[in-house]
Every structure is written in structure tokens, then in C-alpha cells.
């Protein structure tokens, strides 16, 4: 039977350090030193689609890197994916990394799921992590967030902030992942204002086309839905949702960013002031939380759960602009409340 456990606040705080940590892209290594036994090897991690320097979901990831860098003083590894790449070649770069003895290794992003289950089996002193996906293996932590709950709140922000009673959604890929988020945030938007109407879009059926690393389409989707009266427009998009925040600072009307905190964010600072907030998934925690199990010999294995009962998950307040739209802040109080205490039970399709 698998094991399921939510984990405890060792991920609180880890997300804000993805606003320091964040990087510029391209393949990256901090194991320079060719001559290191296996046993001196610490942390790698292997990207999704995006790479690093997405200013989201794989720098949040990084974050968690660096932090159990600095703290065990150990050499790590993050390597980028390919264009196009196939399941085998995931799986050739996870086994490279165990064989490096990097340990453990961890594959950012459920795409990652068949490779992991084929490489852990035949590595079983090392520990594997995945994010976003349940792989069923002795020596594999799945590392999963109730992304529904943030987005929730990220619905509630938007019902509050629209002055013109539409709001709109920016999905990456149409994949199961992605309709939590959708399913959340219309929830919350619904529950705060029944007269709002939420466009959702998604970029592409596949990750293949794109969807996930394509400002042009993000900035496209966006500009669309401020056609049709759009004045907030929450994307869960990886890289694609730079385009998206883009087009409405541009437009002058609200985004709400993913994953990160995006207002912090320095690669998106000249739209700062037109993201109202981000729904948080502290990817960088669930990181370091890996490598802190493994770094005091008690592993994590099974099922890990990330939600809101332990700050795995959130809403941003960094925009002072927030706090001045009328009732949102202690709307969103309200909505949290309610969904920790089991009062508000929130739909993940």
C-alpha cells in the first residue's frame, strides 16, 4: 500500500528564496571538481520543459538546490532538458546522474514519470524525487501540491479585483495537472462572485507544441481574452506565462502569476506593478526537504503532499496594490481559513 504523508513546515520559507536564486537559463553544474568520490556527490536535479530561469516552476526548483548547497556544502547538479526529447533520453539523464552518485536525484515535472520508474529500479541505494507525479517505488518520494487550494485563492483575489465581471484563465497544456488549477481558481471565483465569468484557454494539447515554453503564445491567449473584457487573467503556463503578464501590464489590467512570486521576480520587473499576486507552490521546499532527509539518513519515500496546512502552498501579498482592492484581503483570509479547517472543500476537475 502506498504511503501518503503531508509533510511538515521544513518547506516553509524555501519559496521566497526562488526570488534570489532564480537564474538566467542555459545548462548549468556545481560539480566542477572531476576528481570527487561518489560518497562527496549531494543534490541534482533534472528540469522540465522551460529550463531554468523560467521565473516559475523550475526556479522554484533551483531555489530548493541552492539552498541545500549552501546549507550542506555539498556539490549538486541541474541539467536542462532538450528540445523534442523522448522518454529515453529522461531516462539517460537521470541514470548518468545516479551513476555520478548524485543523491538523491529528482526529475522537475511529471514528464518525468516513465523514466523515473525505470531508472530507480535499477539504482536502489539512491533516492529518486519526482514533482507532480506518483511514481510507486521503495526508494522514490513523490513530491505532490494541492495546487486547486492556491488557485482557489488566486480565484477569490480575481473575483474581487474584476471591474468588469471578466476574468480569464491561461492553462499551458491541456493535461489533468493544469485542470486543478483551472478547477480551483474558477471555484474561488464563483463562490466570491457568482456574476463573474471566467474565459479559460489552453495553449496546446501537448507539451511538444509548446505550450509551456512560449511567451508568443502566452502574450497571444492573453491579448485575446482582454478583447473580450478580460481584466484579470490568472496563467498556469511555466515560461508561456511571461508572454501572458506581458500583454496585460501592457493592457494595463491585472495578472496574476504561478508557482513563484512572481512580482519579485527580476526578469519580470518592468510588469511588476500589473501582478496582483502569484498562487505559490513551493517546489523550492519540497526540494530541500528531499535532500534534508537524505542528508540526516531518513530518506523520504511514497507520497509526499503539499498543501496548505503546511504552507506548501499560497497566495502571494507582495503587491502593496493588493491590499488597497476593496474586501480582497480578508476575502482571501476567509477562503484560506475555510479550507484548512475542511469547511471549504475544493474541486480538482
Not at 97 to 110: D, E, H, R, S, W
Amino acid at each position: 500500500m502506498r504511503r501518503i504523508s503531508r509533510l511538515t513546515r521544513v518547506a516553509v520559507g524555501v519559496a521566497s528564496l526562488a526570488l534570489a536564486a532564480t537564474a538566467c537559463g542555459g545548462t548549468s553544474s556545481d560539480n566542477n571538481d572531476s576528481g570527487g568520490s561518489k560518497e562527496d556527490l549531494g543534490l541534482a536535479i533534472a528540469y522540465d520543459i522551460g529550463g531554468k530561469g523560467d521565473q516559475s516552476f523550475n526556479d522554484a526548483a533551483y531555489a530548493g538546490l541552492a539552498k541545500a548547497k549552501d546549507e550542506f556544502g555539498y556539490k549538486t547538479a541541474d541539467v536542462e532538458p532538450t528540445e523534442g526529447e523522448t522518454d529515453a533520453d529522461k531516462e539517460q539523464r537521470l541514470s548518468s546522474l545516479a551513476k555520478q552518485g548524485y543523491n538523491p536525484v529528482i526529475g522537475v515535472g511529471f514528464a518525468y514519470g516513465p523514466a523515473m520508474e525505470a531508472v530507480a529500479a535499477k539504482y536502489p541505494d539512491t533516492t529518486f524525487g519526482i514533482v507532480d507525479s506518483v511514481v510507486e517505488g521503495d526508494n522514490v518520494a513523490s513530491l505532490v501540491f494541492a495546487e486547486e487550494q492556491a488557485s482557489y485563492l488566486a480565484g477569490v483575489a480575481a473575483a474581487k479585483a474584476t471591474e468588469t465581471n471578466v476574468v480569464g484563465f491561461v492553462g499551458g497544456v491541456d493535461i489533468p495537472l493544469i485542470h486543478k488549477f483551472q478547477a480551483g481558481y474558477e471555484q474561488g471565483v464563483k463562490a466570491t462572485d457568482p456574476k463573474v465569468r471566467v474565459i479559460p484557454q489552453y495553449l496546446t494539447q501537448t507539451a511538444e507544441e509548446g505550450g509551456f515554453s512560449s511567451p508568443d503564445k502566452g502574450k497571444a491567449a492573453a491579448e485575446g481574452q482582454i478583447e473580450k473584457k478580460a481584466d484579470v487573467i490568472y496563467q498556469a503556463a511555466g515560461l508561456s506565462g511571461q508572454g501572458v503578464i506581458e500583454a496585460a501590464a501592457k493592457a494595463e489590467v491585472w495578472a496574476i502569476g504561478v508557482d513563484s512570486d512572481q512580482y519579485k521576480q527580476e526578469a519580470l520587473g518592468a510588469y511588476k506593478d500589473f501582478i496582483l499576486t502569484s498562487a505559490l507552490k513551493d517546489v523550492g521546499g519540497a526540494v530541500y526537504a528531499l535532500a534534508k532527509s537524505v542528508q540526516d539518513d531518513e530518506p523520504l519515500t511514497g507520497t509526499q503532499v503539499f498543501d496548505l496546512k503546511v504552507d506548501g502552498v499560497g497566495l502571494s501579498d507582495s503587491n502593496p496594490k493588493m491590499a488597497e482592492v476593496e474586501g480582497l484581503t480578508d476575502a482571501v483570509a476567509e477562503a484560506k481559513e475555510g479550507i484548512i479547517d475542511g469547511s471549504i472543500e475544493v474541486k480538482t476537475e
